[in-house]
């Protein structure tokens, strides 16, 4: 296997969302496809729906690719906080899991807050700002 890539759908706020995900992890952007780029007479697309986020692509580290998009309108809405599946970082240092803990964590809630873990492992799980569930572990390993 390659990678397995998170994907993660929005209500209207992908934008704001990566860009503060960007503000944490760094990089840039590898796509970025909003709704009026695909639009066509086959497939219109509203006025209110053309700059939302289609696709857009965040590399994090080597492998991972971070991936997100609006769903639009006529599809209903995405309930955030019943979302039970999370995003698992395994950092490389307890240095960089408190970066990503605490810059991922700003302005959202903790579940569990960061440190040493019974069964050996140093990591801590919270939902962001945004409502996505995260997990970030370092094993010392």
């Given amino acids: ?27 840039e952007f590898t796509k970025i496809v909003r709704f009026k780029d695909i639009a066509s007479a086959e497939f219109p697309i509203p006025e209110s729906e053309a ?49 990503l803990f605490d810059g991922l964590s700003a302005g959202g809630a903790a579940e569990g807050p960061i440190g040493d873990s019974p069964w050996g492992s140093y990591g801590g799980m919270f939902r962001d700002k945004y409502g996505i569930e995260w997990i970030v572990e370092f094993d010392g390993q």
Avoid: C, Q, T
């Avoid at 692509?57 to 955030?80: Q, T």
């Avoid at 906080?81 to 960089?96: D, G, L, P, T, V």
């Fill in 1 to 27: 296997m390659k990678a397995i890539n998170p994907w993660i759908n929005f209500n209207g706020n992908a934008e704001e969302a990566f860009s503060f995900y960007k503000s944490v992890f760094g990089g």
């Fill in 51 to 99: 700059n939302k986020i289609m696709h857009i692509a965040l590399p994090i580290g080597k492998h991972n690719v971070l991936i997100a998009n609006d769903v639009p309108e006529f599809l209903g809405r995405v309930n955030e906080n019943e979302n039970r599946s999370k995003i698992a970082i395994s950092a490389e240092s307890r240095e960089e899991a408190d970066k």
